[in-house]
């Protein structure tokens, strides 16, 4: 289902009215998540110039390669349209307008535009640029009802994944052919595109960002297994669980593994509006820490998420934000020995009038799986 013309409207509206309040003349949008959140429009991001420009006052244009003019047509955006032909400089289009609404002066620009536009930019005309990041993360970190529904669509998808997990991961296999057979089962489920998997076994679930390797499964591995897709609307999954390939939990990991689980359902159950972020990622670490492995839990509790797989709100010590209805995010403590192996359990909650749903509801137990 598409971005609605209301729901663009009204975005682009409130960005125009936060332009106005930060007191810049503009806002520059480069192709990215940004520019899908106030467009509907998901552009190639490459060395061709896409740009969305929303002034402080008057009508925002955007400007794009001739060439994926069609592709904004066919997405149904009604912004104004600059198409720039193969050989125009776009840069020079961008600053040619800014000047004409008033810049140079405050400009504020995408924090993951790539250097080479902005250094382009830079030389076209003298703005004083200013990280949009913020501003963005204020317009996009309350999710209206349809984006909540997106990611709950995204949250059952990678659910059914994670309960077919038995079908693939199993002693004496790759991580990487384990990953092949997930990535196949994350499209099947309902994604667009496969973002991230992580299997990490034996001493690798030890390491929070692995990816895939080619090492051989062994009997009695523990498997963190973390992965994520993106919906057809744009909207991302993020779900971890930790796997027994087969043999017998020893006492140590069934201690280490009730502490995590008591932990990240504590922390989920801290989440209310009014709730700083900060609190709950101290809920989890205060019961891991308090167990005695304060030291193993070595990444924040969570982050947000919605078009990007990381955004605001960032679930970490320092982030004193009063959680609000809407806010979605993850919430995955984790416990890591080095060098011999670890566990992680993530589920999505978005924060409600009434408390918190969660998005991932499969079981959060150790699940055995043999051949
Ligand atoms: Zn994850
Ligand atoms: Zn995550």
Redesign the pocket.
């Known amino acids: 289902m598409p971005t609605s013309h209301a729901a663009t409207a009204d975005r682009l509206d409130r960005a125009q009215r936060a332009v106005a309040e930060a007191g810049w003349e503009a806002l520059l949008v480069s192709a990215g998540t940004d520019l899908r959140y106030l467009t509907g429009y998901h552009a190639h991001v490459s060395e061709r110039l896409t740009c969305l420009v929303v002034p402080a006052q008057g009508a925002p244009l955007l400007v794009v390669p001739q060439l994926e003019a069609p592709m904004v047509q066919a997405a149904g955006v009604t912004t104004a349209l600059h198409a720039w032909g193969e050989t125009d400089d776009p840069f020079d289009v961008v600053a040619t307008h800014l000047r004409e609404i008033g810049a140079p002066g405050g400009v504020g620009i995408s924090s993951r535009m790539w250097a080479e536009h902005v250094l382009a930019l830079t030389s076209a005309i003298g703005a004083t640029w200013e990280l949009a990041g913020p501003l963005m993360a204020q317009l996009r970190m309350r999710k209206d009802d349809a984006e909540a529904a997106a990611l709950l669509q995204a949250g059952q998808a990678i659910d059914r994944v994670h309960a077919r997990m038995a079908e693939w991961l199993r002693p004496g296999r790759t991580e990487r052919e384990v990953g092949r057979d997930i990535a196949e089962a994350i499209v099947t489920a309902g994604h667009e595109h496969v973002e991230?998997i992580?299997v990490g076994s034996g001493p690798n679930a030890a390491s929070p960002h692995h990816l895939l390797s080619d090492r051989v499964i062994e009997s009695g591995d523990m498997v963190v297994v973390?992965?994520?897709g993106v919906t057809e609307d744009g909207y991302c999954s993020?779900?971890?669980r930790t796997y027994l390939a087969g043999g017998q939990p020893t006492t140590e990991v069934l201690d280490f593994y009730a502490v995590l689980q008591a932990a990240q359902e504590a922390a989920c159950r801290a989440v209310a509006p009014g709730v700083s972020a900060q609190a709950v990622d101290a809920t989890a670490r205060g019961i891991i820490a308090e167990a005695g492995y304060g030291a193993n839990f070595i990444h924040r509790t969570g982050h947000g998420i919605g078009l990007d797989?990381h955004e605001d709100p960032y679930i970490v010590s320092g982030n004193d934000l009063p959680l609000e209805a809407g806010m979605a995010f993850?919430v995955?403590p984790g416990i890591y020995f080095a060098g011999r192996y670890g566990a992680?359990i993530?589920d999505i909650v978005i924060c409600t009038a009434g408390g918190v749903q969660r998005l991932n509801v499969g079981t959060r137990d150790l699940v055995t799986v043999d051949a």
């Open positions: 991230f992580i973390d992965i994520g993020d779900s971890t797989v993850s995955e992680r993530e």
